[in-house]
């Protein structure tokens, strides 16, 4: 108490007893930041906090239920990546088979002209694997083409994964001879309950679109077209800490759930 | 099989609880229904899980993904205060507690309440060891700044001081200070 302290010299000790406590306060810590500490308001109000937490006792907690409760299936622990991981992989192929339909299109047809009929060919096998009735009124769920206000009646609800499957076949099951829909709009166009399906007209041939697989198919809302990912499943350091999204590798302790939006907090 | 079973839950259940009522802050139903399948989880491993401090950061591992991924809580936050506090935590620990997120508090309660080595802490994060030391030490500040806070809140006096629960760390440190300066000096 009589020593002469500068100010610079208790931030100095301030700040290396600080440092200590953060550090894990094991072992003793520099006996001059002792000293500080011992009559430092907010030293003492740090160890206080923390001598607050030795006389917390786990052991009281009763023990927790057991009865009724099964093992976790192995699915529920990965399911959202499940679910990221799905839904790409669907994109994946779906793009392959535009690719692998552009190859094929001159042996199959001979001529580059006929890409569409081809595509469709490739895709409509690829997506008649998926859909068990491959008539024209089997595609989402049973929507009828072309009766305005259809009702879905016994359509179930479309997961984005069906969703996706069911509009790349599109093309083939909706009308089995050459008119291929732009692939754009197929995946963009998910049906929802009401709506009418009517297919396009005949015979605009179409870009090939990008293989490149995009993140948003991930979405899992029926209406899977949509906008950007929460913060906290895009994959990105969106705070910058070093920690991504809710779920991987290195999970951000900010994100609450896959939903969260907000990286930061 | 059934006693080993029954052995199990008794040596590491209450503990795994009280780890996931402090996690969960004293969500009830979330630190049962994470204890429950962390428990239920284990059965399959029980041969495997002989040691008890490996077995005890394996069990917490298990049950903090599904206390970080619980959203509200269902309890009111005076029910939640009232469940910890039968744990000893005291308002301005849950204070300083309810200032982490989910993950850093696991961090938090395995490092500096439990004590687990920090070959366990990784183990029950799920990650390496320089992430899990920057998770704790990132944990420890926000919770002094919250509790110390809280008691900045309260007038400091000497008696709020000596009234603290028998603070081992502040004892040690004025030890320290006293041997310092020749015993010159005493807070009390």
Redesign the interface.
């Known amino acids: 108490?009589?020593r002469d302290r500068s100010p610079r010299n208790d931030d100095d000790l301030h700040a290396r007893f600080t440092a200590w406590?953060?550090?894990?306060?094991d072992g003793?810590?520099p006996?001059?930041a002792?000293?500080h500490?011992?009559?430092c308001?907010?030293c003492?109000?740090?160890?206080?906090?923390?001598?607050?937490?030795?006389?917390?006792?786990?052991?009281?907690?009763?023990?927790?239920?057991?009865r009724g409760?099964?093992?976790?299936r192995v699915g529920a622990?990965v399911r959202p990546r499940l679910l990221a991981a799905t839904a790409a992989s669907v994109v994946v192929v779906a793009s392959m088979g535009w690719i692998g339909a552009g190859l094929l299109a001159p042996g199959l047809f001979g001529g580059a002209t006929e890409t569409p009929s081809t595509d469709q060919g490739v895709l409509g096998g690829f997506g008649a694997g998926g859909s068990a009735t491959p008539g024209p009124e089997a595609s989402f769920g049973g929507v009828t083409s072309g009766s305005g206000g259809a009702t879905p009646a016994t359509t179930p609800a479309v997961s984005a994964d069906e969703a996706v499957d069911s509009a790349t076949a599109a093309p083939a099951t909706a009308q089995p001879i050459p008119p291929t829909p732009p692939p754009s709009v197929a995946k963009s166009s998910v049906p929802t309950a009401g709506q009418s399906r009517t297919p396009a007209p005949i015979a605009t041939p179409t870009p090939m679109p990008s293989p490149t697989p995009t993140p948003v198919a991930a979405s899992p809302s029926p209406s899977a077209s949509s906008g950007p990912l929460p913060e906290c499943a895009d994959l990105i350091d969106n705070d910058g800490d070093g920690a991504i999204d809710?779920a991987g590798v290195?999970?951000d302790?900010?994100c609450?759930?896959a939903l969260d939006d907000d990286e930061a907090d | 099989m059934a006693l080993l079973r029954a052995a199990f839950r008794d040596l590491h259940g209450p503990r795994l609880h009280g780890f996931c009522l402090l996690v969960a802050l004293g969500d009830r139903p979330a630190a049962a229904a994470a204890a429950a399948h962390a428990m239920a989880d284990a059965t399959p491993h029980l041969a495997e899980l002989r040691h008890p401090e490996r077995a005890a950061a394996w069990l917490r591992a298990s049950a903090v993904p599904d206390l970080a991924r619980r959203g509200r809580p269902d309890d009111p936050e005076t029910v939640r205060r009232t469940t910890l506090g039968t744990l000893g935590v005291t308002d301005i620990a849950f204070d300083g507690l309810a200032a982490l997120a989910p993950r850093e508090r696991s961090a938090f309660v395995a490092a500096a309440i439990e004590r687990l080595a920090p070959i366990d802490v990784e183990a029950v994060l799920r990650a390496d060891a320089a992430d899990a030391r920057r998770l704790v030490m990132r944990a420890r500040q926000r919770y002094l700044a919250a509790a110390a806070a809280r008691i900045a809140r309260e007038p400091l006096t000497e008696a709020a001081v000596t009234d603290a629960p028998p603070g081992a760390l502040t004892e040690r440190v004025e030890t320290l200070a006293e041997q310092a300066l020749g015993g010159a000096w005493s807070s009390r």
């Open positions: 108490m009589s406590l953060y550090g894990g306060p003793d810590p006996r001059d002792a000293v500490a011992a009559h308001l907010r003492r109000a740090a160890m206080t906090a923390l001598d607050h937490l030795l006389v917390i006792d786990l052991g009281r907690a009763p023990l927790p239920p057991s409760i099964a093992p976790r622990l809710f290195n999970p302790p900010e609450t759930s």
